[in-house]
């Protein structure tokens, strides 16, 4: 005789959470490393973040919290809280990284009082903007909240 196989119960957030869980958990460890690096820079190495820096920085560190809870919960609804966060985040970023290149006046840049968003102390070693960085890590998180909020998507199915 065939045995029928038990079904996981619906509803509960925890039906197939492996398959979105391995891209939250990149996205939250993306966002974590971000925060520490942010952190580095300014605390350890004493460099003062502009205000462009400051907006991007409201934008990834409530990413680790909003991420980290969706990991322990085993809630694929928090790729819809973090999603505008991280969307926000990439735009500052974007925005800062042209500022930095000069493709954007600096008239138009929100810097009134302390550090200039195009200065040359936003860079890493000299070498890596500061602003390059921000934009890599918010891309790798929107690219990894998106396929968890596909394979999430695949699972309520």
């Known amino acids: 005789m065939s ?10 957030g925890r039906h197939g959470h492996a398959t979105f869980w391995t ?9 974590l490393l971000a ?9 350890v ?21 909003v991420l980290g809870m969706g990991l322990f919960a085993l809630d694929a609804r928090s790729v819809r809280y973090a999603m505008p966060l991280a969307g926000a985040g990439w735009g500052i970023a974007a925005y800062h990284l042209l500022v930095f290149w ?16 195009a200065d040359a102390d936003v860079q890493v ?9 921000s934009l890599a890590a918010f891309t790798g ?6 396929v968890a909020r596909g394979r999430a998507g695949r699972v309520r199915s």
């Not at 998180?141 to 998106?146: H, K, Q, S, V």
């Open 3 to 12: 045995e029928e196989q038990p079904m996981a119960p619906q509803g509960d």
């Open 23 to 31: 891209p939250l958990f990149l996205a939250w460890l993306l966002a």
């Open 35 to 43: 925060t520490a690096g942010a952190l580095f820079l300014g605390e």
């Open 45 to 65: 190495m004493g460099k003062t973040p502009c205000v462009l820096c400051w907006y991007q920085r409201i934008a990834m560190f409530p990413l680790v919290l």
């Open 102 to 117: 000069g493709v954007v006046s600096e008239g138009l840049v929100p810097c009134g009082k302390g550090l200039s968003c």
């Open 125 to 133: 070693a000299g070498v890596v903007p500061i602003p390059l960085l």
């Open 141 to 146: 998180i929107l690219m990894a909240l998106w």
